[in-house]
């Protein structure tokens, strides 16, 4: 298999230049080879651009379409580097983890806080740890960020200014480079289930929502009357819902018996859900809402949209929900 990577440019801050209007991702993969030629280091590198966008405008078609390119690469590269903005970032390494399911190779997602233009930047940083583990000949998902890589649909951002933006959500990073070198966790690794397959179709008819005191129901209803076709809703806590002076679940019930399928996931960053534990999770177990368990809201939303881009037949989307794709979720929650 070649060694050579290839490195896909999508923009973000790490391309940053100052205009008129703000930062906006101004440099193309070409201003930017010398400095990605000089972390590079023996690693044989090729450059592409695929867009130049602040990840605020990257929208489910970008996903499509980026895991088609990067299938059509595959067996020409040891290893793929995208460069994002850092914003969406965790979406689009939790979609392309579903899309490019047993990938034989290292698809590395990275981006930074600071333009690789500006000295101080954690911008070469983060590309060098990227192509090291690009150059891993691990297969899966990741991503690299502040010298760690994490499963891409485990990431979440979790700071919006620090360099250690990045974290591995219920689940250990997969690498670590400290002074000893990087050290990877093979055990953290997901173990490739089957052959690789692109499966890049994704339904865009789904919303998510945050529950808070004085959500109405009506709220709800109008989804539904839009035509959605899945719900992820963060609830509180462990998965609590209201259903008393507002029966919020009741509202679930009838549009769920609409066919709508509703996820329930927690507003809380840590451990997930656990909804068969007070009669609120009971009970929108009991009308049919499906589980998020341990997984991150990114990875709970882009499964969710993957997969109603598969089947509209309830029970598969239920099986499906449950299983464990790329590593996303352990099924019990902690
Ligand atoms: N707004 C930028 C983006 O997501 C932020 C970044 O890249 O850090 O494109």
């Known amino acids: 298999m070649s060694r050579k990577i290839l490195i896909i ?5 790490l391309s940053a230049v100052m205009k008129g209007n703000g ?22 590198i090729e450059i592409e651009d695929f867009c130049s966008l602040d990840s605020a405008n990257i929208f489910p078609e970008d996903w499509g379409l980026l895991a088609e ?9 040891g290893g793929i580097v995208v460069i994002h903005g850092t914003d969406t ?13 047993n990938i034989g190779i290292p ?24 192509i090291h583990m690009a150059a891993s000949q691990i297969p899966g ?15 979440s951002k979790v700071r919006s200014l620090s360099f250690d933006a990045f974290e591995s959500i219920n689940y250990p990073n997969i690498a670590t480079i400290s002074s000893l070198g990087m050290k990877i966790d093979t055990t953290a690794v997901p173990e490739r289930t089957g052959i690789f397959k692109l499966a890049n179709s ?15 129901t009506e709220f709800v209803e109008a989804v539904a009357d839009q035509g959605y076709k899945g719900l992820y809703i963060e609830a509180y806590g462990i998965g609590g819902m209201p259903f008393l002076k507002h029966d919020f679940i009741g509202t679930l019930d009838k549009i769920i018996r609409g066919g709508m399928t509703v996820v329930v996931g927690t507003q809380c960053r840590y451990e997930g859900t656990k909804m068969d534990v007070y009669e609120t999770g009971k009970r929108a177990l009991g009308i049919g809402a499906l589980e998020a368990c341990d997984m991150t809201g990114e990875a709970a939303l882009t499964k969710l949209m993957w997969i109603l881009g598969m089947t509209d037949d309830l029970s598969e989307i239920r099986d499906y929900y449950s299983i464990n794709v790329a590593g996303e979720i352990t099924g019990l929650s902690l």
């Not at 440019?9 to 801050?13: E, V």
């Open 9 to 13: 440019n999508t923009g973000g801050t």
């Open 23 to 44: 930062l906006i991702p101004g440099l193309s993969i070409y201003d930017m080879q010398k400095e990605l030629r000089m972390v590079s280091g023996d690693t044989d």
């Open 69 to 77: 390119r990067i299938s059509e690469c595959r067996n020409q590269y």
């Open 89 to 101: 970032l965790a979406y689009t390494s939790s979609m392309l983890s579903f899309m490019l399911r």
């Open 107 to 130: 698809v590395v997602i990275t981006g930074s806080q600071l333009s690789i233009t500006n000295p101080v930047a954690d911008a070469m940083e983060n590309c060098r740890c990227a």
């Open 141 to 155: 998902v990741f991503v690299a960020f502040n010298r760690k890589v994490m499963l891409g649909c485990r990431a």
């Open 202 to 216: 994704y339904s865009d008819k789904v919303c998510m929502i945050k529950m808070f005191p004085g959500i109405h």
